[in-house]
Each structure stands twice: as structure tokens, then as C-alpha cells.
């Protein structure tokens, strides 16, 4: 079962955290990665965890993000600080590999459930 939290219609300058959450998987093998698709865009990685806890995030949104992961309790968590309206989008978790730049395992993007939207508006 996947689970994703933290809908959000928030204005600029706040603070969010996004959880996705995958009961009954055991994470601690897998990198895991959110994703983000705005109205018109293409899918992007923005940020990614590998199992020994290394993180990596895209340009636009490093010293802003934050992704952490909780093993025990399956879950992967997005902070998003100082948003902006450019964050506007629908926001995924999804596993993958490890690399610097963030793409899906496999090439294959399976996401965790039917997505997060986050709307950052004045």
C-alpha cells in the first residue's frame, strides 16, 4: 500500500512536507527518489536518497529541499522550504538509481501511489 501526504495550497515563503509511504515494503534497499510534473511539463527528478542515506537535489531546488527517509517505517519524507510558485506541480516518489542524476529504476517510473499537487500561489 502507497500513501502520499502533505497536499498543499500554500502561499510563497512557506514551509511543506511531503510523505510517501510504502506499508509493507521493506525500503532499505532500495534509493528512492520524488519526482515532480507541472501543468504542461515533463516529468523531472528533484530529488533522490540512496540507501546509505546520501542525498542529491536539482539545481532549482537545492538549499530549499530537503529529502529524508525513515526504513522503519517505510516511508520517504520531502521538506520544501521557501517555495515558490515555479514549485507548482504534482509531486511523486518512486525508486531510483542511485545516481546523480535522478531517473527511475530500470528507466521504468513506477510511482507510489497517484501523486501529491502542490499549488504555491500569492
Known amino acids: 500500500r502507497f500513501v502520499a501526504s502533505g497536499v498543499g495550497l500554500v502561499p510563497p515563503v512557506v514551509s511543506l512536507r511531503l510523505s510517501c509511504e510504502a506499508s509493507?515494503?521493506?525500503?532499505?534497499?532500495?534509493?528512492i527518489g520524488w519526482f515532480c510534473q507541472a501543468p504542461g511539463k515533463g516529468r523531472e527528478g528533484v530529488s533522490r536518497?540512496?540507501?546509505?542515506?546520501?542525498?542529491r537535489n536539482i539545481d532549482s531546488v537545492n538549499g530549499r529541499f530537503d529529502i529524508s527517509r525513515d526504513n522503519a517505517k517505510s516511508t520517504v519524507f520531502l521538506q520544501m522550504n521557501s517555495l515558490k510558485p515555479e514549485d507548482t506541480a504534482m509531486y511523486y516518489c518512486?525508486?531510483?538509481?542511485?545516481?546523480?542524476?535522478?531517473?527511475?529504476?530500470?528507466?521504468?517510473?513506477?510511482?507510489w501511489g497517484p501523486g501529491t499537487q502542490v499549488t504555491v500561489s500569492s
Open positions: 518512486a525508486t531510483v538509481t542511485g545516481e546523480d542524476e535522478i531517473r527511475p529504476l530500470l528507466g521504468r517510473f513506477t510511482p
Open positions: 509493507g515494503y521493506n525500503l532499505e534497499h532500495y534509493h
Open positions: 536518497i540512496t540507501v546509505i542515506g546520501t542525498t
